[in-house]
């Protein structure tokens, strides 16, 4: 059984994957081609912002939106703990300070209170209302990157309010959660600017890395296509910045236009699949928690996360779904606050217990749109009656 079923895919998609790839081997515009153009016009149709910049990979996206904006030292960004490094590391990269603010322990996306708690401990330079890192102190808060965990929207009606109110920028880390919605809105919409990305295991995943920018703001646009060319001005040697090499390969386009022919299928197949699982795991497992979906929200379901009672609870059914050859995974084992790469920040076990917590009780199982019921009875049958 595969974690992530991206043949059964390819078996549906190979004769356009074919014709699309071909049409890129006889241009051979294999940089920013026709291909890149025109996905990021799709893309932006599709969730409703005037602007797409495609990059290469969901990393880039989430740095050039912050290099556009001009951070760096002195800044604070908040994000939460428990989400894929990336969301920080490209804060901590700029020179800027991450400061962590702890996940609601239903949806596992960030406390739009502890958001508030935490600006206010920094404005008032009080860490005794929140843990500060000493690199944060004194320095002023800019933005906040909310996470669409697993696929879920983060609570955005909640953390604009706060973001409103202390004048933050927000960044929808929309990786997981490419075609998920919230009232109505789509992923990729919200805050100030959104990133997304196209790693083959995503919702909607390239064969190699990918990402892309979305925004309504024509002048942060307009900055990130300079910025995703090295920084470039009004021609190929005019350099009115410093940016990067974050170009997509027009090969990578072109993979992902033949996918977005059966997206919204795909997203309704992974909705079915999701509500199998929890109606099976609501009969056999109901001592396992499941990521709480939010009234109007509809996630992307990147994964299919449970928490188990316990670590060993959850390590013995681990252990027990790999003997029958079912692979799990666990996202995300060690919070981003106790990594050895932000050690610098000063953080301590006790932090932020929620996402320790998760981080201990959690995993992911097999989830694909061509995942059947009979696999999933099959799994659920052998986590067994708890
Ligand atoms: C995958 C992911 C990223 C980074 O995307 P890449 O394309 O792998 O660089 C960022 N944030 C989250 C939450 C992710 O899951």
Aim: proline letters at 6%; charged letters at 25%; glycine letters at 10%.
């Amino acid at each position: 059984m595969e974690f992530i079923d991206l043949k059964a895919q390819q078996k549906r998609i190979r004769a356009l994957l074919e014709e699309r790839i071909g049409a890129v081997l006889d241009h051979g515009r294999y940089v920013l081609g026709p291909e890149v153009i025109e996905l990021e016009e799709e893309l932006a149709r599709y969730v409703g912002v005037r602007h797409a910049v495609s990059c290469a990979s969901g990393t880039d996206a989430l740095l050039m939106v912050l290099m556009a904006w001009g951070f760096g030292p002195g800044h604070v960004v908040f994000t939460t703990p428990f989400t894929f490094i990336a969301t920080a590391e490209v804060v901590a990269l700029l020179g800027a300070v991450p400061v962590f603010v702890d996940v609601d322990p239903e949806t596992f996306n960030m406390d739009p209170e502890k958001l508030s708690l935490a600006a206010e401990a920094l404005d008032r330079d009080d860490p005794s209302l929140h843990p500060l890192p000493q690199a944060a102190r004194g320095c002023r808060a800019k933005a906040v990157i909310p996470v669409d965990l697993f696929g879920l929207p983060a609570d955005y009606p909640e953390i604009e309010q706060v973001a409103t109110e202390r004048g933050l920028k927000v960044l929808e880390d929309a990786a997981q959660s490419f075609g998920a919605s919230l009232g109505g809105i789509r992923a990729g919409r919200f805050g100030h600017g959104a990133a997304t990305s196209f790693f083959p295991a995503k919702p909607l995943g390239g064969y190699g890395d990918g990402g892309m920018c979305l925004t309504d703001d024509g002048e942060l646009a307009e900055r990130l296509r300079s910025i995703r060319v090295h920084g470039q001005g009004s021609h190929r040697y005019d350099h009115v910045r410093l940016g990067i090499n974050g170009r997509l390969d027009t090969l990578q386009a072109a993979v992902l236009l033949a996918k977005m022919t059966i997206f919204d299928e795909e997203l309704m197949l992974r909705q079915q699949a999701a509500e199998r699982y929890r109606e099976l795991l609501e009969r056999h497992r109901p001592d396992l928690q499941l990521q709480h979906i939010p009234d109007g929200a509809v996630s992307a379901w990147a994964q299919f996360s449970v928490v188990a009672p316990s670590e060993q609870d959850r390590d013995a059914l681990r252990k027990r779904l790999e003997d029958a050859g079912i692979p799990t995974a666990v996202y995300y084992p060690v919070p981003l606050h106790l990594q050895p790469a932000f050690a610098h920040l000063g953080h301590k076990e006790g932090d932020f217990p929620v996402s320790e917590d998760l981080a201990r009780r959690i995993f992911a199982l097999p989830m694909h749109p061509y995942l059947s019921a009979e696999e999933q009875q099959h799994i659920v049958g052998v986590m067994g009656d708890g």
